[in-house]
């Protein structure tokens, strides 16, 4: 299975999630009595629309590359990322008005049994968060990445709900906005999970340099390639889900031009062999002093 697939697969299993989660969140909110449990339905609501522009950027930056995109389509990742912060900006903001709105007027106690509903969306959740990040991981995802996002700060605007309707509870006649201060706290926290989420995007549509770990590894790689002698400039950026590379590689100053090309193109099959993450890899050559 491609990286590709298996970040579309990864998507639509959040698409699905999501779905499902909304209408409990909903249903068990309206008839539980909790705005907590209603403003975690707007923001699963607002990640299914998320999913769904993380996966039409999964698929467009798998297209290959093109006259008019000779690096890929890779950068509409990073693009569909910021997207999927401004939905999550926007779910904080409705869910932080709404929260104000609730919390100066009185209303009726939660129900307790919104505590098991919580329990179990709060580990669902999380379980979620974990499958979505490692295929994220598995394949430099950043859209994908911001999707799993999506379900870490769902998992934790349930917990604080989940505290919320507990004071409620246990303290009773004068606390039942417990979990309307639980959800505007939430709202916050989305807030800076967004930034965790943009921050990233932005160093990879800026080419920001990030890369050290793979730089060692492509100069490790290449000193075992027959004729290089060594390495010099390394920049990487990375495209959707490939790292582009620039490679300066010295070899003997007293060998042939046919040779010199022979070795340039015998490290960029290596690389790209044993570094199936890489993209396009351009090597120039330099002569030994």
């Given at each position: 299975m491609t990286n590709e697939q298996k970040a579309i697969k990864a998507t639509y299993f959040s698409i699905v999630g999501n779905t499902i989660m909304a209408i409990v969140k909903a249903l068990a909110g309206f008839f539980g009595s909790s705005y907590a449990l209603i403003a975690d339905a707007i923001e699963s609501t607002t990640d299914i629309l998320a999913s769904f522009l993380v996966l039409f950027g999964i698929k467009y930056a798998s297209r290959p590359a093109d006259k008019n995109h000779p690096y890929g389509h890779g950068?509409?990742?990073?693009?569909?990322?910021?997207?999927?912060?401004?939905?999550?900006?926007?779910?904080?903001?409705?869910?932080a008005y709404e929260s104000i709105q609730n919390i100066r007027t009185v209303h009726e106690l939660p129900k307790s049994w919104t505590l098991l509903v919580l329990g179990v969306i709060i580990i669902w959740k999380e379980t979620s968060f974990r499958l979505v990040m490692k295929r994220s991981i598995e394949t430099n995802s950043s859209s994908l990445k911001a999707d799993a996002w999506h379900h870490r700060s769902?998992?934790?605007?349930?917990v604080a709900a989940f505290i919320g309707i507990s004071i409620a509870l246990l303290c009773g006649k004068g606390y039942e906005t417990a979990d309307d201060w639980a959800a505007l706290f939430a709202s916050g926290f989305i807030l800076y999970n967004s930034y965790l989420i943009f921050r990233p995007a932005l160093a990879e549509i800026m080419d920001e340099h990030r890369y050290d770990d793979l730089i060692v590894l492509i100069r490790?790689?290449?000193l075992k390639v027959d004729g290089v002698i060594g390495t010099e400039k390394c920049f990487i950026r990375k495209t959707g889900m490939?790292?582009?590379?620039?490679?300066?590689a010295t070899v003997d100053a007293d060998i042939s031009v046919k040779h010199g090309h022979e070795i340039a193109h015998d490290l960029q099959d290596t690389l790209k062999k044993q570094l199936p993450e890489l993209g396009n890899v351009l090597i120039h050559i330099e002569p030994s002093s």
């Open positions: 950068r509409i990742e990073p693009l569909i990322t910021f997207l999927v912060v401004g939905f999550l900006i926007t779910s904080a903001i409705v869910i769902d998992a934790l605007t349930s490790d790689i290449s490939k790292y582009q590379v620039d490679l300066h």
